[in-house]
């Protein structure tokens, strides 16, 4: 991951923070203690990642929130909101950094067993940096997708990152957050626990009344059976108009659909299984399943809020849905036009040989030719169903033109492939020596 920003002035929120982050010798930060170092770092540093302590009343955080709003040079990173629940309520923090590209929300005691969660869920999902300005300059709908492993630990940073797209876009009010995140976290949970590691009700129920955790239950489940590690739940959405559909699908052989909709019918409002569908019900959505019962739909109906602004730039721009097999372009084709990837893996092959798989986390396909107005130098074709943003040369200029910022953003996403690149070259050459 590129440099994480930290703009905080108490230092024993400062001294968490470091510990956190020094678990993983791959990450640098450059810190901010007051108003004028924050726009420093912001500016010149250009990190990725900016951690911000909300609660500081040392910092001019309305201010600094006010900057980042109206400056779009500044819309280049994710900023993941650190507050004192004891200071600030989250709602307030989730109304006042609507506007500009919050990720997620971290309450301060959460900080060391949490915050390299999220940022190695974040490094895994780069796209999702990108997403808050594709949603309000690129496109007038966004899908996207998460792949989340087995661990229940990570599902409400899945779930909160999911949750906070809607709110940010005024797309729901900060008050039916926490419901939906509750409601999404519920149903990947579900698909974690019945989907993906078979782990029935009554299983569940017996684990918990002995005291065990479900965390214990999950991990216990996959040392016994090591091939549920390679299994996933799928996290897909669809944010439109005047609703967004949430996918969650496993990767598990389904259930009785019609069965455990009439237990949740007599099963009591404050039972722990079922809550976040009871939750997801409560402010409008819609839930449903397929025959199968290893996909669940939630749809979220918008609510009429706070208007923001109109989407420009790449509005009206073509959406490829792919199918497996299905090819994107061919090696030594004209390259008139880049690919946002939204969703799906895709496989680049060279003279007929696969050199790498691209997904959400490359951002792009084809960027270099299409820079370079070179000729397609390799063949992508679909590994599995996807969707696509396909954007002509016209129009990517003119919306660098308009919006610098996403000409820093592929300056550093083309520096980053180039040093992965020259890493596997070197990886290559050790093997060939035998070192």
Same mark, same amino acid.
């Given at each position: 991951?590129?440099?994480?920003?930290?703009? @905080?002035?108490?230092?024993?929120?400062?001294?968490?923070?470091?510990?956190?982050?020094?678990?993983?010798?791959?990450?640098? /930060?450059?810190?901010?203690?007051?108003?004028?170092?924050?726009?420093?770092?912001?500016?010149?540093?250009?990190? &990725?990642?900016?951690?911000?302590?909300?609660?500081?009343?040392?910092?001019?955080?309305?201010?600094?929130?006010?900057?980042?709003?109206?400056?779009?040079?500044?819309?280049?990173?994710?900023?993941?909101?650190?507050?004192?629940?004891?200071?600030?309520?989250?709602?307030?923090?989730?109304?006042?950094?609507?506007?500009?590209? *919050?990720?997620?929300?971290?309450?301060?005691?959460? =900080?060391?067993?949490?915050?390299? @969660?999220?940022?190695?869920?974040?490094?895994?999902?780069?796209?999702?940096?990108?997403? /808050?300005?594709?949603?309000?300059? #690129?496109? +007038?709908?966004?899908?996207?997708?998460?792949?989340?492993?087995?661990?229940?630990?990570?599902?409400?940073?899945?779930?909160?990152?999911?949750?906070?797209?809607?709110?940010?876009?005024?797309?729901?009010?900060?008050?039916?957050?926490?419901?939906?995140?509750?409601?999404?976290?519920?149903?990947?949970? +579900?698909? =974690?626990?019945?989907?993906?590691?078979?782990?029935?009700? &009554?299983?569940?129920?017996?684990? %918990?009344?002995?005291?065990? $955790?479900?965390?214990?239950?999950?991990?216990?489940?996959?040392?016994?059976?090591?091939?549920?590690?390679?299994?996933?739940?799928?996290?897909? /959405?669809?944010?439109?108009?005047?609703?967004?559909?949430?996918?969650?699908?496993?990767?598990?052989?389904?259930?009785?659909?019609?069965?455990?909709?009439?237990?949740?019918?007599?099963?009591?409002?404050?039972?722990?299984? !079922?809550?976040? =569908?009871?939750?997801?019900?409560?402010?409008?959505?819609?839930? $449903?399943?397929?025959?199968?019962?290893?996909?669940?739909?939630?749809?979220?109906?918008?609510?009429?809020?706070?208007?923001?602004?109109?989407?420009?730039?790449?509005?009206?721009?073509?959406?490829?849905?792919?199918?497996?097999?299905?090819?994107?372009?061919? &090696?030594?084709?004209?390259?008139?036009?880049?690919?946002?990837?939204?969703?799906?893996?895709?496989?680049?092959?060279?003279?007929?040989?696969?050199?790498?798989?691209?997904?959400?986390?490359?951002?792009?396909?084809?960027?270099?030719?299409?820079? %370079?107005?070179?000729?397609?130098?390799?063949?992508?074709?679909?590994?599995?169903?996807?969707? #696509?943003?396909?954007?002509?040369?016209?129009?990517?200029?003119?919306?660098?033109?308009?919006?610098?910022?996403?000409?820093?953003?592929?300056?550093?996403?083309?520096?980053?492939?180039?040093?992965?690149?020259?890493?596997?070259?070197?990886?290559?050459?050790?093997? !060939? *020596?035998?070192?």
């Amino acid at each position: 991951m590129s440099l994480i920003g930290i703009i @905080n002035s108490d230092p024993q929120l400062q001294s968490r923070i470091e510990k956190a982050l020094a678990k993983d010798k791959n990450l640098s /930060w450059q810190s901010a203690t007051t108003f004028m170092e924050a726009l420093d770092v912001l500016n010149f540093d250009l990190p &990725e990642i900016v951690l911000i302590n909300v609660s500081d009343s040392n910092i001019k955080i309305d201010d600094l929130i006010k900057t980042i709003e109206e400056d779009r040079w500044l819309h280049n990173f994710g900023i993941l909101g650190i507050f004192d629940r004891q200071v600030t309520k989250e709602q307030e923090i989730g109304y006042r950094m609507r506007r500009i590209n *919050l990720l997620s929300l971290m309450e301060k005691s959460n =900080i060391s067993q949490g915050l390299l @969660n999220v940022l190695q869920i974040i490094e895994r999902n780069r796209q999702i940096i990108f997403q /808050w300005e594709m949603t309000h300059t #690129l496109s +007038n709908r966004i899908t996207g997708s998460f792949i989340i492993d087995n661990d229940p630990m990570t599902v409400p940073i899945y779930a909160g990152l999911a949750s906070t797209a809607l709110v940010q876009r005024g797309y729901l009010s900060v008050e039916n957050k926490r419901n939906l995140q509750i409601a999404l976290a519920e149903l990947i949970q +579900n698909g =974690i626990e019945h989907g993906n590691c078979e782990i029935s009700y &009554e299983e569940k129920s017996k684990f %918990l009344m002995e005291g065990g $955790s479900i965390v214990e239950l999950v991990r216990k489940k996959c040392e016994e059976d090591p091939s549920l590690l390679a299994k996933k739940v799928h996290l897909e /959405w669809d944010i439109r108009e005047n609703e967004t559909k949430f996918y969650i699908r496993d990767e598990g052989k389904g259930f009785d659909v019609e069965e455990y909709q009439k237990k949740m019918q007599t099963r009591k409002q404050d039972s722990l299984h !079922g809550r976040g =569908i009871i939750l997801a019900k409560s402010f409008g959505g819609k839930l $449903s399943y397929n025959k199968t019962g290893n996909v669940a739909l939630l749809t979220v109906q918008h609510e009429v809020g706070e208007p923001l602004r109109e989407p420009v730039g790449f509005r009206g721009e073509e959406v490829l849905i792919t199918r497996e097999g299905d090819v994107v372009f061919r &090696e030594g084709e004209k390259s008139d036009h880049i690919y946002y990837i939204s969703s799906g893996r895709f496989k680049v092959f060279r003279e007929d040989v696969l050199v790498s798989l691209l997904t959400p986390g490359d951002i792009f396909i084809g960027e270099m030719s299409f820079l %370079l107005n070179n000729k397609r130098s390799a063949t992508v074709v679909a590994e599995s169903p996807g969707k #696509l943003i396909k954007i002509s040369r016209k129009s990517f200029i003119a919306a660098v033109r308009d919006f610098p910022q996403y000409g820093i953003f592929l300056s550093k996403l083309l520096a980053r492939k180039l040093e992965q690149n020259n890493q596997n070259k070197v990886r290559k050459a050790e093997e !060939g *020596l035998g070192t």
